[in-house]
């Protein structure tokens, strides 16, 4: 019988190409939520991180927040830290025609180099090692948070509240 072979893609092959350690989990090709993506990987919620398309009501370049699976943006607390007076989160569609990556597979470290800001939700800072997107439905990576900050250049701070708390 066959090994299975590792999960590979752009991501993964740009991860090989500059030494960077991480694990790759294939998962099924449907659109999993970040919860779902760590009961099925058996790890804390926390520990997997979705990315979430931010735009800005006056143009310019849309954000990538990277934040908890157990949390969402806060778009207050997003703009405050990028220093815009409103943010607003991106509609499926639009995060889908912006990125050109679909919805749950998502990822910074397939938008390297095309101009997206990435924030990283502080509570990352608390592993060593955290989940995302592979860049593709079906491919979550773990990787070193330190990793991530220096590959994506992404900016860390307090982005996110738990889901369901309300905007005070």
Known sequence: MKDRKKPTNNVTRMLDKRGIPYTAYALPPE??????????????????????????????????????????????????????????LATQKEAERLTGLQVGGISPLALLNRGFQVWLD??????????????????????????????????VAPISRPEGEDVP
Not at 129 to 145: C, D, K, M, P, T
Request: contains cysteine; proline residues 5%; glycine residues 10%.
């Open 122 to 155: 502080e509570q990352a800072l608390a592993f060593d090692e955290i989940h995302i997107s592979g860049g593709q439905r079906g491919l979550n990576i773990r990787l070193r948070v330190k990793d991530l900050i220096a590959l994506c250049r992404a900016r």
């Open 31 to 88: 659109k999993l939520g970040a919860v779902e993506t760590a009961r099925r990987l058996g790890v804390p919620a926390e520990r997997v991180f979705k990315t979430i398309v931010v735009v800005r009501p006056a143009g310019g370049k849309p954000i990538l927040a990277v934040v908890p699976g157990t949390a969402r943006v806060d778009p207050k607390a997003l703009a405050k830290a990028v220093g815009e007076k409103k943010v607003r």
